[in-house]
Structures are given as C-alpha cells and as structure tokens.
C-alpha cells in the first residue's frame, strides 16, 4: 500500500464518519442533534414531507453511503448515495449562497463534491473492492456514479418543490 491509498483510506473514514455522524444527529439525536422529533418539522419546512418518513430516509442513505465509502465495498454506490442526498441536503439552503455562515449550502455541497471526487480515484487498495477484486478501472464506472447520484437527487428536491409551491399551499 502507498502514500495515495493510505490517503484515500484516511479520506474515505473522515468522509464517512462526517456522513454517518450527519445521520445520527438527524436520527438518534447523537452529536448536538436534534434527533427525529426536531428534524422532522425542519424538513416539513423545507417540503420534504413527511417529515418523519424523510428524516429516516436521509439518515438510512447517509449511513449506508458512509458504510460503503469507508469499507470501500460497492464503492461506486456509495460515492453515489452520498453525492446524491448532499444534493438534496444543499438544496433548502441553496437560495442562501455558498457559504455556511450565511445560511448556505456550503457544508453538503463540500461532501457531495468529495465523494464525486472520490468515485473518480476509486477507493485505493485499503478496501473491499480490491481485495474482492471488483474491476473499476473502466472510465464509466465513475461517470456512472455522478450521473446517478445527480439524477437521484432530482425527485426529492423536485417534489418538495412543489409541496412548496403557493399552489400546493393553498386549498382551494
């Protein structure tokens, strides 16, 4: 193993214990979050209804792409679930701009970023794919990855839009 593994190794366990602490804040309550009964209402507020269905939703996606990126096992899928719920995690706060202090979308477009960069480099030799011998070495195993982590992201954000909408709001 050499210096690019072992840095992919030490990338792919903070990306991944990042993720997974994510789910457990939204879920269990576990580092400083709110746990189920707080984020709920938040993600009715952001159209992710119902909220307690999506906070579940969320956090089983997050800790499933943390397991596969920090086991590197199915490591293309995992790079792709977790792209893909920061995509819809960034979305909310995406009319706020970039930057965290402000209210931006900062924090998950960072890990989405990370984990399409990692699905391009691929998990390195400290993982299961490699030791199971999982061939990704072909150019479209990461563009796959990306494309499906892009397109996954699109249903959620485009129907919490609409449960969003003045439309959706109003009963008549």
Same mark, same amino acid.
């Given at each position: 193993m050499d210096q690019t593994d072992v840095g992919l190794l030490l990338l792919r366990i903070v990306l991944g214990g990042l993720i997974a602490g994510h789910a457990l804040q939204k !879920? %269990?309550?576990w580092f400083g979050g709110g746990g189920r009964s707080q984020t %709920?209402? +938040?993600f009715e507020s952001w159209g992710f209804r119902p909220g307690h269905v999506m906070v579940a939703v969320a956090a089983v996606s997050e800790l499933a792409g943390a #397991?596969? #990126? +920090?086991t590197g096992l199915a490591f293309p899928l995992g790079c792709a679930i977790v792209l893909g719920t920061m995509i819809v995690a960034a979305s909310p706060n995406a009319k706020n701009g970039l930057w965290a202090q402000q209210g931006g979308c900062e924090v998950p477009v960072f890990y989405g970023l990370l984990a399409a960069c990692l699905a391009v480099t691929g998990p390195g030799e400290a993982s299961l794919d490699h030791v199971l011998d999982v061939p990704l070495d072909h150019w479209w195993v990461p563009v796959a990855a990306i494309v499906l982590g892009v397109v996954a992201a699109v249903p959620p954000i485009v129907r919490s839009r609409r449960l969003l !909408?003045? #439309?959706a709001k109003d009963p008549s």
């Open positions: !879920s %269990a309550g %709920a209402p +938040v #397991i596969l #990126i +920090v !909408s003045p #439309i």
